[in-house]
């Protein structure tokens, strides 16, 4: 299981990549293989504004679904639209070629109360 140092992490296991006043969301390692063999993405909030927490899509396994919640307040610009066809991609690159929303941080102060790596490896027993 790999656990980068540069990222921030959620209680929900999304991992948060932060570029100036945009940050990149994905899933962990750890949740990807969790789900298992994941098979479709979806992404209902394009283009709008969220707090943190909200939903803004799921991960469909081949055994669950699984609810992807927003790590801090913004607006999602972006999505890695190679997951469209490839949503396998989150298994296999789940830092790099993986990742699923890029957005606009709207409070940047919310950042703060994400997760170093150390904490989400103790999370997740690492």
Request: charged residues 35%; hydrophobic residues 35%; aromatic residues 8%.
């Amino acid at each position: 299981m790999e656990i980068k140092s540069e990222l921030k992490y959620t209680k929900d296991h999304e991992w948060v990549k932060v570029e100036g006043d945009q940050a990149i969301i994905g899933i962990t390692d750890y949740a990807q293989g969790e789900l298992g063999d994941i098979v479709y993405v979806e992404i209902e909030a394009l283009g709008e504004d969220l707090k943190k927490e909200e939903i803004f899509g799921s991960v469909e396994a081949v055994k669950t679904v699984s609810d992807l919640f927003l790590p801090v307040s913004g607006k999602i610009i972006e999505m890695n639209e190679e997951l469209e066809d490839n949503p396998e991609l989150i298994n296999e690159d789940p830092y790099e070629k993986g990742w699923i929303i890029k957005m606009e941080i709207q409070n940047p102060a919310e950042l703060e109360e994400l997760l170093d790596s150390d904490s989400y490896k103790d999370l997740v027993g690492g």
